[in-house]
T-cell receptor, first 115, second 111 residues
């Protein structure tokens, strides 16, 4: 039982390149979230999903896209990378058996640098 | 928009000292969580408080939810170097699907 896993751990992108950040959870929960964390800042919600086929924007969705075709996977796509997207990205999901968002298990994060 | 303000932003203390971190809002939350984050890792949940006035203890850590469910505090007794990390508060309410995070308090406990 790994909880929430993310790949890659670290990536350097050039401006204008695209990439997909992968997130997988094995807790069989419907809710999944993507956050970004900038230095000295808390976590800002990018997108979230309440089940397969259902996604919605969070606080800072511009420049990102998501899809949710399965319960387990919630990839985050950057289409045209910009320096402002340099950040640490965390995926999260509640553990099995809890219906709401009060408890979130976080993945180890993906550190992205856009040059 | 619900906002959570944490204070202080930075705190550096000596081992054995006590400290309190605050999390305040003008909004009412249905529950409030405290997370601790160590460098290079994701946040880890410490506690959830749901009832106004609730106090929870986790070894040397004491968490309190304000009576009006708008604020919370985290008190650490006899801090140890292992307590070093970023402490984040987060609240749920307004929308059942999302958490609002504060910016965090970066605690350093020196041996």
């Amino acid at each position: 039982n790994a909880g929430v896993t993310q790949t890659p751990k670290f990536r350097i992108l050039k401006i204008g390149q695209s990439m997909t950040l992968q997130c997988t959870q094995d807790m069989n929960h419907n809710y999944m979230y993507w956050y970004r964390q900038d230095p000295g800042m808390g976590l800002k919600l990018i997108y979230y999903s309440v089940g397969a086929g259902i996604t919605d924007k969070g606080e800072v969705p511009n420049g990102y896209n998501v899809s949710r075709s399965t319960t387990e996977d919630f990839p985050l796509r950057l289409e045209l990378a910009a320096p402002s997207q340099t950040s640490v990205y965390f995926c999260a999901s509640p553990p099995a058996g809890l219906g709401g968002v009060e408890t979130q298990y976080f993945g180890p994060g993906t550190r992205l640098l856009v040059l | 928009t619900q906002l959570l303000e944490q204070s202080p932003q930075f705190l550096s203390i000596q081992e054995g000292e006590n400290l309190t971190v605050y999390c305040n809002s003008s909004s009412v939350f249905s529950s409030l969580q405290w997370y601790r984050q160590e460098p290079g890792e994701g946040p880890v949940l410490l506690v959830t408080v749901v009832t106004g006035g609730e106090v929870k203890k986790l070894k040397r850590l004491t968490f309190q939810f304000g009576d009006a469910r708008k604020d919370s505090s985290l008190h650490i007794t006899a801090a140890q170097p292992g307590d070093t990390g970023l402490y984040l508060c987060a609240g749920s309410g307004g929308s059942n699907y999302k958490l609002t995070f504060g910016k965090g308090t970066l605690l350093t406990v020196n041996p």
